[in-house]
């Protein structure tokens, strides 16, 4: 797949010197840095967020103070 993106010039003169230097194509230095973020991207957990669910004698309304709410949202 093509696609077009914007590289400031000083480090696009910066890929070319590496690329030289490497005798390597300017798009495989490119598709390993695309490759090594997505796999940092990969790495990091997903944290899943579960609050706690509260009910309410009356629909709509609910009376809690700052420290019942500090109870049931306290991680652990």
Known sequence: MRTTIDIPDETYRALK????????????????GIERELEVAGEQPVLKLQLPLIRSSRPGTLHLTNEQIDELTAFT
Do not use: S
Not at 17 to 32: C, D, H, M
């Open 17 to 32: 010197i590496k690329a030289a230097r490497e005798a390597t194509p300017v798009r495989l230095i490119v598709l390993r």
